[in-house]
Each structure stands twice: as C-alpha cells, then as structure tokens.
C-alpha cells in the first residue's frame, strides 16, 4: 500500500511541468496562440508558415529601474501653492485636473512645483489672455518654443504667469488684501542672472540676442502689469537700441524677427500714453526708432491684417505727444499729410465691414469682438485725426462728432456684453484693447450722458491691458470729471477755458496714491500745469465710490 502511493507521487511529480520564467518578448500572434515564437523580424516563421499576420508591441520591462522610474509623475496639487493659495479654478480636489509634469521634461528639471505650476498656467491660460483680441505669433508660439530650451526666457513667463493669476484672484474676490508680487520678482531676478549667462557665451552667436529681445519684452511687459511706466521706458530703450542692430543684420526679415519687432511696436504703444515728460533729462532722447512699417497695406482682408495696420495708425497719432494722455496734432509719418491716413483710414473700414457682412455666418464670436474693436478704435482715430489737425480752439470741436463718440460707447458695451464663460474676453492683455477708447471717449466728450455711460462701463468690468487698469482709469476720471463741472450743471456746456485737454498720471508701485497733473485749455495759450494726489489704493480694491 505504501509503496502504490509512492508511486502515484513519483508520477505527479514526473507530469509537474517545469518553471521557467515567462517569455516577454515575441510577437503578439502567437502570445494569443499560445504557441512559441521564434522573435523572427519583421515576422517570425510560426505566422509566416500559417499565412497569419505577425505584429510586435514593444512593452517596457516593469522590473527595471528605468521603467518604474519612468510611470512616476510630479503632482502638484493646491496645497504645495505659496502661502496655501488655490489653484486657478479655486475648487479642483487635489491631484484632479491640477497641472502635473512628467520629469522627462528636461526644460522643467531644475524648476520648483511652485515654477511648474506657474509655467504650467502661463501656457494654458496667461499666453492667450497676453495676446489679446489678435493672433499673436509672438505670445502664442515663439514664447513657448523658446521657454521650452532657454531658462531666461522660461523664468520671465513663469513671473508672468504668477502675476496673472493673481490678479485673477483678485478679480475673483478670492485674495484679501494687495497684489503680492514678491515670486514674480524673484522669477525676474532668475531671469536676469540667467540673461547674463547667456550674453557671455559667445557660442551662442545671433541666438544670444533673441534671447534678450524676448526676455526683455516678457520683462518689460511685467513692469507694465505692475504700472511703473519710468522702469518699463528705461528697459524698453535697452531693448530697442539691441532690436535695431538685430533687424540690420536680418535683411529677409525671418519670421522671429518680425515677430518681436511686432511685439515691440504693441508694447511701445501702451508704454507711450503714460509717459511723463519729467523722467527724461536734459540730454536724453525722448523718441524710439519706428520698426513696424510706415506704408501702409493697400488692403486689409483678414483680421491679423488689421490688428497691425490698427498698431501702425495708433502709434502714427500719439507718438509724438510725450505728455501721457494728452493728444497733440496727429502728423503722420506719410509725409506729414494726415488726410492720407484718414484716406486709408475710410478704405480699411469699408474693407472690414464688407467682410463682416460676407462672413457673418462663419465667423466665431472670437472673430466678431474683435472686429468690433477695431470698429471702435476706427471711430477714435477718426476723430483725432479730424479734430487735432483743425484750427484752434480744439477742445470745443470735440462736440461736433458727439455721434461718433455715442457710437463707440455703444460698440464698447456690445464687446464687453459678449464676455461669458464660453466666450471669455481678454483680461489681462498686454495689447490695447478696449479701455483706451473709452478713456478717450470720457475724456474729450463732454456730453453728460456719454460719460456716464462710458464711466459705468470701466467700473462694470475690471481689466488690465499692460499699464492701463480699469480701476485706475475710472478714478482719474471721476477727478477730471469733477474738476472740470465744477460749479455746472449736468445740462451745461462746459466753456473752453474749463476744459482740460492734457493730463498725466504718475503710478508709483506699492504707492497708496497716485499723482494727477492736468493742464487746462487756453486756446494757443501755453498753461502750467496742476498736480494733486488721488487716493488709489482703495480703487485696487473696487471701491472708486459713485456720485
């Protein structure tokens, strides 16, 4: 009996396949199979002798080093944000639809979760709010395909983005107190330090100076976000003195070059209305080359046409006037004839109303805003080119274009009407946009009504578009607005020598106040100029009060 059984377990034992470690290689046919592939490539001999089709998938081998490695992902999640702050959307869980990074990003090796985070939004959300109601080649490609390999340039976007998205919670009444910009400072230092490196390398050759150019406009574009115009004026100088030998030594104009060229001119142009004529010195040059193109297109048949042609007219009107708001005559560069810019000026409007009746029906809302901006600003520019270049006295001839002025308020509050969480406007550009006309439409038209409605629409929606804030905007207004009614009545019309026809303002940063200097008219009469100082930090805070 013993024996039988020891038997039977000898022969179990002899059935008992032997262990072998499993194959992880050979083809998928025959894994399916089950049967034992030779690894013949491209196809093995057991498919080729059945007729069956041979397929390889490579799978990474889990008991190495390289492939576990490889799953681990960096999350950051909203508590790893400085001072316990929330991500973005201000409600996402931990570890859901927060921004994660693999580590293969080599660009994104040596930066903190704090930088990937910040770097992570920039590219989501701050490059397209950046370019504004136009394509913008500069802020929604080149940046990027440079922040990717250039840590300067990496450095700079990441303070953008922290700046923006603070002023997102600002404007979501999510963030008590000021704007703290102690990381988007400490970002710009890096990027500075790292500038630096990159200028002493001289393998880098022309490589070297776009680096700068785009580190500069990012820098400067910050500089702005934060209203100090002095600071932005002095780096944006540097940066078009280095502009100027890069165009020289690119005579065919490479899609880089016109890329930053156009950044610079939309930087300059915000930079130019708050210029204050007392931050240059005595021996100073107060003017900057003129990149962007002086002729002007003969036709305008596509949107990313008119965004520039509309920098080119701008900067033709107020580029001479170094007194921040004011407006002086509008000599234009077309040798000194403004009637061939008005020229221009009625063709490009009849061009861009023709193709927004042709493509109404295709267009996206996108598309339709900012067409309506131009609208807008085709409306402002009309009128100073007629009004500035007429004979004097010129503030009381502002009131023969009054339905022009109704009709870019009216414009303006069908743009920002469309703002909804589908379609969401642009609120922190670094382009002009729509606070400018209103500020103009305020500050020339006397007409009671007009201002107020123009007045409630910056108080309705608050926005920054570089140095210009809708806050700030509206409270120097309301100053303006006071000093000039002063003793009338809504009905009255305000006499000549009332009005005012140049200001300036003066934004220091972490400065509860701002500075107000006006010059009131007097025909051919050269005034002095009056200061006074508004309370401005209670406006950050939305409380510009109402009357």
Known sequence: MTQSMSSEQQEKERRKRASRPKVRTGCVTCKTRHKKCDEGRPSCSMCTSSGRKCQYIETPDRRTRAARMGDKVVRVSRNSLPSGETGP????????????????????????????WY????????????????????????VHQVSEVQPAVCHAVI????????????????????????????????????????????????LRVEIALIT?????????????????????RS????????????AHRSSTSRAVAQAFAGIHLVWSTFTNPDSFTENEDRTFPFFVPKALPETVDN?????????????????????????????????????????????????????LILHNDRLSQRDLDTLTLLEIWSEILYIILFVENG???????????????????????????????????????????????????????????VRQEALLLLRQWQRQEGIWSTCATALVLKRVIEIETDGLTPE?????????????????????????????????EVTAWASEWLPYESAKNGDIGMW
């Open 89 to 116: 959307a201000g409600n996402f869980l931990d570890g859901q639809l927060g921004p994660t990074a693999h580590l293969v990003y080599t660009g994104q090796v040596d930066l903190t979760p704090d930088e990937r």
């Open 119 to 142: 770097l992570d939004f920039f590219r989501k959300s701050t490059s397209l709010q950046c370019a504004g109601y136009f394509y913008d080649e500069f802020w929604q490609r080149l």
């Open 159 to 206: 303070g953008m983005g922290s700046l923006n998205y603070r002023f997102v919670q600002l404007r979501k009444g999510e963030s008590q107190g000021p704007l703290d910009r102690s990381f988007s400072l400490q970002q710009c230092n890096k990027a500075i330090a790292c500038l630096r490196q990159n200028l002493m390398d001289n393998r880098l050759g022309r």
């Open 216 to 236: 500069c406009i990012v820098l400067v574009s910050i500089i702005l976000f934060q209203e100090d115009a002095e600071s932005a004026g002095r780096h944006l």
């Open 239 to 250: 940066g078009y003195k280095l502009l100027g030998e890069y165009l020289r030594d690119d």
């Open 303 to 355: 949107i990313e046409k008119a965004g520039n042609f509309l920098v080119i007219l701008a900067r033709m009107v107020l580029r001479r006037h170094p007194r921040g708001f004011s407006v002086g005559p509008a000599s234009s560069d077309l040798g000194g004839e403004p009637y061939a810019v008005l020229s221009k000026l009625r063709v490009w409007r009849s061009q861009i109303k023709g193709s």
């Open 391 to 449: 004979p004097l006295p010129r503030e009381t001839r502002y009131d023969e274009y009054l339905p022009r002025f109704q009709k870019a308020v009216e414009l303006a509050k069908k743009l920002l009407a469309s703002d909804s969480s589908q379609n969401p406007l642009p609120a922190f550009s670094v382009n002009m946009g729509v606070i400018p006309p209103l500020f103009f439409c305020v500050f020339k038209c006397r007409d009671w009504l």
């Open 492 to 524: 009255d019309l305000i006499p000549e020598e009332s009005r005012i026809d140049s200001i300036n303002v003066e934004i220091t940063p972490d400065d509860p106040s701002l500075c107000l200097r006006y010059r009131r008219s007097h025909g051919q």
